[in-house]
């Protein structure tokens, strides 16, 4: 078998997908511009959605499930008196019903409170049920039925309302359906209801002001191009807290060692870290005798560690790998395990003659 060729474009492409286009085909099309086959995109965006696609070339296509995780919010357009089998304009009418009452006060009060709620998926989706995604057993003629599953709605916003139309600004998290949200709404207003027009607006902490069109990048030149890309660390600082180490621990990293984590250790510290998930991580074979910190005596202890991923920078502020801390306690260091590295590569996104400082505003700890 052939080796594969090392990818020479790094870095993640924030796309203004159109309307009537798959995001396969939009990766597909931005791929060929950058001449780099080693891509994917972080989040399907359904062809009748249009909007914020995050595109990952090179060593960035690691970073894709952090930037799937992260929050994303969508303005949409919500039809009520009728309701489809896709619970989108892409499908036929299945049901018809009056359309009930619409004011800001009805409408907000039948709209889920922010937080944790269950949501069934629509029938008509890229989930998958024995390798066999639901849109295509839809097109075979097949019933599909999806249990009712966790999701988290961050916030949801009545913009406007005009006859049987209703405006919405949704963020949420992933996994999360906003044409599901439009049929539930409709159910709760005792109506039917689904989706007319759907628009990712911003994503990971991108936005689509920010967007690139296809267009605007066909019309480019191959180094304009390549200046479109944000560095893989600099998308991940966006998502993922940030632990910045010396020279000597990115070798111990790179190599697979598992250094230290103490709060004293020359090289490493924690920073951007949301001091209301600061708890430390229980050791994987607990003494149930030993002294443990509580997390509501953590938030102001500057020696804890926050329980999830972070990323780690090496000296020169470049991606080093995302790791986790796997074992913390009073009197032992927390330990990091690598959970995906990044190839010390320089990006071709760079522009010739700038600067090696990537705006992510880390310097030099332990120097």
């Known amino acids: 078998m052939a080796k594969r060729k090392p990818a020479e474009v ?187 027009e759907l628009r990712r607006t911003a994503g990971a902490s991108f936005e689509v002001r920010d967007a690139w069109t296809l267009e605007e990048l066909e019309g480019m030149e191959e180094e304009q191009r390549l200046a479109t890309l944000v560095p893989v660390e600099v998308a991940l600082g966006r998502v993922l807290p940030m632990l910045q180490v010396d020279a000597a621990t990115e070798v111990m990293l790179r190599q697979g060692k598992l250094p230290a984590l103490a709060s004293d250790a020359k090289g490493m510290q924690a920073r951007s870290v949301d001091a209301q998930h600061r708890v430390r991580v229980a050791d994987p074979q607990p003494d149930p005798a030993e002294s443990r910190i509580r997390p509501e005596d953590a938030a102001n202890d500057p020696e804890t560690f926050a329980e999830q991923s972070y990323l780690i920078l090496g000296p020169s502020a470049k991606a080093v790998c995302v790791a986790e801390i796997v074992a913390q306690t009073r009197e032992s260091p927390a330990l990091l395990r690598v959970v995906r590295g990044f190839c010390a590569t320089v990006s071709r996104s760079a522009m010739p003659g700038e600067s090696d400082d990537n705006g992510s505003g880390n310097t030099e700890i332990g120097a």
């Open 10 to 196: 790094h870095g993640v492409l924030c796309l203004d997908k159109p309307l009537g286009m798959t995001s396969r085909t939009a990766l597909n099309r931005a791929s060929r511009l950058l001449h780099e086959k080693r891509a994917g995109h972080a989040g399907t965006l359904d062809p009748d959605a249009s909007g914020v696609l995050l595109l990952c070339f090179g060593e960035a296509t690691k970073a894709v499930r952090w930037l799937m995780d992260a929050p994303k919010s969508y303005e949409t357009t919500v039809r009520f008196g009728t309701a489809t089998l896709s619970d989108d304009a892409a499908s036929p009418v299945v049901r018809t019903a009056d359309v009930p009452v619409l004011t800001l006060e009805t409408v907000t009060a039948a709209l889920p409170h922010p937080g944790w709620i269950q949501q069934v998926p629509p029938a008509v989706s890229a989930l998958q049920q024995d390798g066999v995604r639901d849109h295509e057993r839809v097109r075979r003629g097949e019933i599909v039925e999806r249990e009712a599953r966790p999701v988290q709605l961050h916030a949801v916003e009545v913009l406007g309302i005009q006859d049987a139309d209703v405006r919405l600004r949704v963020t949420c998290g992933s996994g999360f359906y906003v044409r599901a949200l439009a049929r539930d709404l409709g159910e709760a207003l005792g109506s039917a209801a689904h989706v007319i």
